[in-house]
């Protein structure tokens, strides 16, 4: 097929996209320089051409969801970066201000660098968590960039140039050796950034020591974490390497291994496009099975009609719905986050109105230091108002699966903000979290 060619946007020429000429006014257009000198700002062209509406605009979701809203940033955060901006100063000053308001906004929740780096011989596998018994996180070095940025982002350090907190890793051997000791492990889970932005040589660099090594280790399934569908569908069907990336998923399929494609939707608006469909069918007939995941957030998807639609046409295009996430606490999570009980409330009413094919879908669910807890539910029992919640994920295995409870605060947005129900002082897996923060491993 013919390839359409990939525009990128940015801080440095938003200002020439027509649209952004025509919707946007001057006081907007400055907000979203001074918070896109902070956090991440990157679209293109089908973003801006096929997804936004910019009749909507500023209400558009996907507006919203990649455009930088002042919103983000505290008043006290973004003043400071106004002022430097309006003072004129230097590129270098101007990233010093950045800088010291990054530090400021828990660049790394739930203890991303200092926990979950494993070791083999020896050598720190930083492009390497393995957090969960079953599936190992890869982050290969090449991959840790987008197709466009989500202004959620909880990976957004890895953007903005502090490359000392970048996650990453060179060599695919290591992977494939701790592969070996580990035989418990039967995902791979490539990650990133997104994968799907490197081309073909090094997607093959990364899978295909995987599958030849089948034998050696248990991996049955390699999921790729990816937001390509939603932001660059044409990277499956007319980019220049498209056809051997197809072929590539078939690869795997045949191997014996199971390919697995974690699709990043965040709207049903991303699944409206002729593109989009064309490359879910494209994917679908390399016998790969695509699910999907996205958190819930303010101003882009809290509603249940959103869900509702979300799933109905996930499963129509033959998509399995995976995970509801809640906002990590991280970044402008103030801006973005939506109460656990609100969420929970959202789920159910979405949940409700879909058929059981698409109730596949767990959720809403936080990836909390301790694990990934699920909010099962808000009841009252013996006259207290709680949460109803367990582990889908836990640091410790035995954790998973456990239903426990916490009193009912409607203003909870993390785990960190809830108490223990009836009276008892610690939640149950609270003494061994803690005996394993002082003594990780
Ligand atoms: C979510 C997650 C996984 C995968 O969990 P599944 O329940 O198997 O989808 C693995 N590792 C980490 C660190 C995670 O957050
Ligand atoms: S696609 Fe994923 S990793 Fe990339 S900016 Fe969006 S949420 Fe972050």
């Known amino acids: 097929m013919e390839e359409i060619k990939y525009k990128v946007f940015g801080l440095h020429n938003f200002r020439n996209i027509p649209q952004v000429q025509q919707f946007l006014s001057e006081e907007e257009k400055f907000a979203i320089e001074v918070v896109g000198n902070v956090l991440p700002f990157?679209?293109?062209?089908?973003?801006?051409?096929?997804?936004?509406?910019?009749?909507?605009?500023?209400?558009?979701?996907i507006?919203?969801?990649?455009?930088?809203?002042?919103?983000?940033?505290?008043?006290?955060?973004?003043?400071?970066?106004?002022?430097?901006l309006k003072a004129g100063k230097n590129k270098k000053e101007i990233k010093e201000v950045a800088n010291e308001i990054r530090m400021q906004l828990n660049?790394?929740?739930?203890?991303?660098?200092?926990?979950n780096v494993p070791m083999i011989e020896d050598v720190k596998l930083t492009g390497i968590q393995h957090k969960y018994d079953q599936t190992?996180?890869?982050?290969?070095?090449?991959?840790?960039?987008?197709?466009?940025?989500?202004?959620f982002c909880f990976r957004w350090p890895q953007f903005v140039g502090m490359d000392e907190l970048k996650f990453a890793m060179r060599e695919t051997e290591l992977m494939v050796k701790y592969l070996q000791a580990h035989p418990e492990i039967t995902d791979v889970l490539f990650t990133g950034g997104d994968p799907m932005i490197m081309k073909i040589d090094r997607l093959k660099m990364y899978l295909e020591p995987i599958l030849?090594?089948?034998?050696?280790?248990?991996?049955?399934?390699?999921?790729?974490?990816?937001?390509?569908?939603?932001?660059?569908?044409?990277?499956?069907?007319?980019?220049?390497?498209?056809?051997?990336?197809?072929?590539?998923?078939k690869k795997v399929n045949n191997s014996g291994m199971h390919l697995a494609f974690m699709a990043h939707f965040n709207h049903p608006a991303e699944l409206k496009t002729?593109?989009?469909?064309?490359?879910?069918?494209?994917?679908?007939?390399?016998?790969?099975?695509?699910?999907?995941?996205?958190?819930?957030?303010?101003?882009?998807?809290?509603?249940?009609?959103?869900?509702?639609d979300m799933w109905k046409e996930q499963v129509r295009l033959g998509i399995i719905p995976y995970y509801m996430f809640l906002a990590r606490d991280t970044g402008a999570q103030e801006y973005f986050a939506v109460p656990l009980g609100r969420a929970w409330r959202i789920f159910q009413k979405a949940y409700q109105q879909v058929s059981g094919v698409s109730?596949?879908?767990?959720?809403?669910?936080?990836?909390?230091?301790?694990?990934?807890?699920?909010?099962?539910?808000?009841?009252?029992?013996?006259?207290?108002?709680?949460?109803?919640?367990r582990f889908l994920q836990g640091r410790v295995a035995n954790w998973v699966h456990r239903p426990f409870f916490a009193k009912y605060d409607p203003e909870a947005i993390w785990l960190d903000d809830l108490k223990p129900a009836f009276g008892e002082e610690q939640f149950f897996f609270q003494k061994e979290w803690e005996l394993l923060e002082v003594n990780p491993n």
């Open 63 to 84: 507006y919203i969801l990649t455009f930088p809203q002042r919103e983000m940033l505290s008043k006290a955060h973004f003043d400071q970066m106004a002022d430097a």
């Open 274 to 308: 002729e593109g989009v469909k064309e490359a879910i069918k494209r994917i679908r007939a390399t016998g790969t099975q695509i699910r999907s995941q996205s958190p819930i957030m303010k101003n882009i998807n809290d509603t249940p009609e959103a869900w509702r």
């Open 136 to 151: 190992m996180l890869f982050f290969p070095q090449q991959g840790q960039t987008c197709h466009a940025y989500c202004t």
């Open 212 to 249: 030849e090594s089948m034998g050696t280790h248990n991996v049955q399934t390699i999921r790729i974490g990816t937001k390509a569908l939603g932001y660059w569908p044409y990277r499956f069907t007319h980019d220049n390497d498209a056809d051997e990336v197809m072929e590539l998923f």
């Open 107 to 115: 660049p790394h929740p739930a203890g991303q660098m200092e926990h």
């Open 359 to 389: 109730r596949t879908v767990r959720g809403p669910s936080m990836s909390a230091d301790p694990g990934k807890v699920q909010i099962l539910g808000i009841t009252e029992i013996h006259g207290e108002k709680v949460f109803m919640l």
């Open 42 to 61: 990157k679209a293109n062209n089908y973003v801006i051409d096929e997804l936004i509406e910019w009749e909507n605009v500023p209400n558009d979701p």
